[in-house]
């Protein structure tokens, strides 16, 4: 297959009525981990959108196991976070 898969780093897969991949990534460098920091995103770590509608429009029978739990989730910006002193 060409492009990510719900088995990359930053892959997904939302065919056939399952859900796989990533939902959130967290990044750190040897530097980075020197100085006790690192970064994070809330979110599908490549910054696309999943929306629930969407998805139950391409799979209805899923509607009724999975409404309760499953949410839109937007992309959030990376974020550093460090360690204080």
Do not use: I
Request: with cysteine.
């Amino acid at each position: 297959r060409k492009g990510a898969t719900d088995s990359t780093l930053c892959g997904r897969y939302d065919g056939l009525g399952a859900l796989h991949g990533a939902t959130n990534a967290r990044v750190a460098t040897t530097e980075s981990l020197k100085s006790n920091s690192f970064r994070a995103r809330m979110g599908f770590p490549d910054g696309s959108t999943f929306e629930a509608e969407d998805f139950y429009k391409r799979f209805p029978r899923m509607r009724a196991k999975s409404a309760p739990f499953l949410k839109d989730m937007p992309p959030n910006p990376w974020v550093s976070f460090a360690m204080q002193k």
